[in-house]
């Protein structure tokens, strides 16, 4: 990310310090160059269809472009009140790991639902920006970066994708969720990073064509369309088509709220709005399925240690010997539940969620 700091695009790039490599492809490396806008040929979704060897072989810009028009997106858009990093304590060196870790959690807990809503309106996800109070690294830490780090970019960072997520869960499922209805929706979707909102300003008449989902209270009365429209004209930058859910929204009410704005190309909804948004699936059987599904794309496990701690030569020699962990770990389902089905619950509340 240096050059986000110097201004210098670079003229080459070594891409390591990656993970997230399958047998089959080098997810980890083609997502961290799809991170930084440094992936020009197109998405790698192997269900989408081989791209003609004419096209392949240098003219292939038209049918990129073919095939974003022929997509419909949902952009989430990220968290906006971002904190700073906690003071680096050398006495108390966990508290940034835990910050991070903290973190993680939140933003999983309302990704999940984004993703449901992508499912449920049969769009592929535009993933929001993440950002990282830690760096993943191999070996100590400091400062809760790689050694030198702190001279390339600031806490909190813009997350590669792989320091948060395993790559590889993204791009490939197992039969058992792809034989399923949710499964097979999103292995058939896909997803794309948060700079592809940008790369589809090439098509005006795809950037154009937008709307904004927009949570509100179940107590609370409709916007009505005119008020919609000037609220939309005060804020030039949003989209003039606002649809608007109601707090905890079944997946076929959403769908039946957003009917009416199917045939944009792109619709945007804020990280906050989707975990407020969706409340349940209709059927214990597609709650089940997701929940499957986001088990699959959320499962990692990463250590956070410091260069203060004490341990072996590496991290995971203390573990192995038994002896106190000294890292902290940021388990990717540790905090995560279950979106419900209806039947399971409950009385629903027109309170945010958290």
């Known amino acids: 990310q ?3 700091t110097t201004g210098a695009w670079p003229t080459a790039v070594h891409v390591t310090f990656t993970w997230g490599d399958s047998a089959s492809y080098a997810y980890g490396k083609l997502q961290r160059m799809k991170d930084f806008g440094m992936w020009k040929l ?3 979704n192997k269900y989408a269809g081989p791209t003609p060897p004419a096209l392949a072989a240098g003219g292939a810009e038209d049918e990129e472009l073919r095939r974003m028009s022929d997509r419909r997106y949902l952009l989430v858009t990220s968290e906006v009140d971002v904190p700073p990093p906690v003071p680096y304590n050398k006495e108390d060196y966990d508290q940034r790991s835990w ?21 449920v309106l049969n769009r592929t996800v535009i993933l929001p920006r993440f950002h990282c ?25 813009v997350c590669p994708f792989d320091h948060i997520f ?35 300003r090439r098509a005006p008449q795809i950037s154009n064509s937008r709307a904004r989902l927009h949570v509100r209270d179940r107590s609370s009365a409709l916007a ?20 608007e859910v109601a707090s ?39 709650s089940d399925d997701f929940h499957r599904l986001v088990m699959h794309l959320f499962g990692l496990r990463v250590a956070y240690c410091q260069k203060e701690c004490r341990f072996e030569a590496t991290m ?17 389902l540790a905090k995560l539940k279950a979106i419900p089905d209806v039947a399971s619950a409950g009385p629903r509340s027109v309170a945010r969620r958290e």
């Open 248 to 286: 905890g929204s079944t997946d076929g009410e959403l769908r039946s709220a957003a009917a009416k704005a199917q045939h944009v190309h792109i619709m945007e909804v804020a990280l906050t709005d989707a975990s407020d948004m969706f409340g349940a699936w209709a059927s214990k059987r597609d």
């Open 99 to 119: 910050q991070h870790v903290a973190w993680q959690e939140r933003v999983r807990d309302k990704l999940q639902r984004a993703l449901a809503i992508a499912v």
């Open 42 to 44: 197109g998405t790698i």
């Open 2 to 4: 240096r050059f986000l």
């Open 316 to 332: 995971y020699e203390s573990v192995r010997k038994k002896q106190r962990d000294p890292c902290v770990w940021l388990d990717g």
């Open 133 to 157: 109070y830690c760096d993943r690294y191999f070996y100590r830490l400091e400062g809760c970066m790689i050694p030198g780090g702190h001279h390339a970019t600031k806490l909190p960072f």
């Open 166 to 200: 395993d790559t590889s869960h993204w791009y490939e499922q197992p039969q058992h969720i792809t034989a399923t209805g949710v499964g097979q929706a999103f292995r058939t979707l896909g997803f794309e990073g948060h700079l592809y909102g940008d790369e589809l």
């Open 224 to 243: 009505d369309d005119a008020g919609a429209a000037a609220a939309a004209r005060a804020r030039p930058d949003q989209p003039a088509l606002v649809v």
